[in-house]
């Protein structure tokens, strides 16, 4: 009998093991590019696509910033976002005078937003005019977040594909391996 109950407590503890450690390192891959409408009050409403690409047991919070590189904005899922700082924060000091710089730029603007019931987000109206969105608006899945672009601007991204590929073998030509499925 002792050594039954000593088996189950195993089998409890690994248990518990996988459902805090899955629950911890699930990431989201957003996957895609919609064309959407922002409406005149300013929200976007989520592709169901992005919607059934989250996890289930996520919030409906995210944070949208400007995006370092482009003329877009980016939208993380909240507990993406607050990897992402725990990540920044483990290596920059904020009493060092040029990391703080860096912190207070890539911070500036940034707001966390909701979906509401109707699964839109409401976009401040100073972050659209940032990065010259009116009406039409593309999100483009990128891995772990999405990027909100103008129409206009997403159309004139990207390399031709000769650039495309030289980009691809050098960034892959040499290090890539296929992961094993």
Known sequence: MGESVCKWDY???FCLFYIV?????????FIGDYPCKVDAKSRILLPIAFKKQMDTSAP??????KDIYEKCLVLYPITEWEGKMKSLRSQLNPYNKEHNRFLR????????????ASSRILVPKRLLEFVSIKKD????????KIEIW?????EQIGANETEF???????L?????????
């Open 21 to 29: 450690f899955k629950t911890e390192f699930k990431m989201t891959t």
């Open 105 to 116: 730029e890539y911070l500036k603007g940034m707001v966390e937003v909701a979906l509401d």
């Open 60 to 65: 409906d919070k995210f944070v949208v910033k």
């Open 165 to 171: 590929e030289a980009l691809a073998e050098k960034l």
């Open 173 to 181: 030509g040499n290090n890539f391996t296929e992961s094993p499925e």
């Open 150 to 154: 103008s129409n206009e601007n997403y």
């Open 11 to 13: 089998v409890g503890f």
């Open 137 to 144: 608006v593309i999100l483009a899945g990128q891995n772990s």
